[in-house]
């Protein structure tokens, strides 16, 4: 089983639409967690640090669930300009290196 | 603001080439990382530095090596390039284990 796991999409969805990604690990020492944009041809970028207890960022919030394992993106009112690729990442405990999901492609159609 | 910035955008060698790709950061920061990105591969870890002169392997460290002399620089050697190592090569700079890219360098060898 892979350390952490997405659904690569694409996720097509309309201009104003809610889309939520999921992201799965495996390992329960898992620390810290964060997702990350990637835009076409460009590097990845810190979108939002993931908390236990769950976070926003304007239209965009952040969900942890340690029973089970994932983390989650929701992201409401979608934008043209949120089409992207979006990175699942996750630190395990005690190591300073973290690791990446293979990214969720959304793209928002007008 | 983080800059991480990278030697090269685009790179063309040819196969037995050694190849120096260098990686410079302005935040003081300990940890340093390279990763490979390739198509329905995700980010690859190859090495990273948590402090000068200290490196480890990463995920995929054969064929390449790395040299931390100063804090600030991180370079990543391929010591005969083959053309299995075409890809896109992304540094990165770490706090907190939030991770800041630079802009990549995409290695084609032929």
């Known amino acids: 089983r892979k350390e952490v796991e997405q659904d690569p999409g694409p996720f097509n969805v309309p201009e104003g639409a809610t889309v939520a990604f999921n992201c799965t690990y495996s390992?329960?020492?898992?620390?810290?967690f964060f997702w990350y944009r990637q835009d076409c041809r460009k590097e990845p970028k810190l979108l939002m640090s993931?908390?236990?207890s769950g976070n926003e960022d304007g239209r965009f919030t952040a969900q942890l669930n340690r029973a089970s394992q994932y983390i989650s993106l929701l992201i409401r009112d979608s934008k043209l300009s949120d089409s992207a690729t979006y990175l699942c990442?996750?630190?395990?405990?005690?190591?300073?290196?973290?690791?990446f999901g293979i990214g969720t492609k959304l793209q928002v159609i007008p | 603001d983080v800059k991480v910035t990278q030697s090269s955008r685009y790179l063309v060698k040819r196969t037995g080439e050694k190849v120096f790709l260098e990686c410079v950061q302005d935040?003081?920061?300990?940890?340093m990382f390279w990763y490979r990105q390739d198509p329905g591969l995700g980010l690859r870890l190859i090495y990273f530095?948590?402090?000068?002169?200290?490196?480890e392997k990463g995920d995929i460290p054969e064929g390449y090596s790395v040299s931390r002399e100063k804090k600030e620089r991180f370079s990543l050697i391929l010591e005969s390039a083959s053309t299995n190592q075409t890809s896109m090569y992304l540094c990165?700079?770490?706090?907190?284990?939030?991770?800041?890219f630079g802009p990549g360098t995409r290695l084609t060898v032929t």
């Open positions: 390992n329960s020492a898992s620390q810290s």
């Open positions: 990165a700079s770490s706090i907190n284990y939030e991770q800041y």
């Open positions: 530095s948590y402090d000068v002169k200290m490196k």
């Open positions: 993931v908390y236990s």
């Open positions: 990442v996750v630190n395990i405990r005690g190591y300073q290196k973290v690791t």
């Open positions: 935040m003081d920061h300990e940890n």
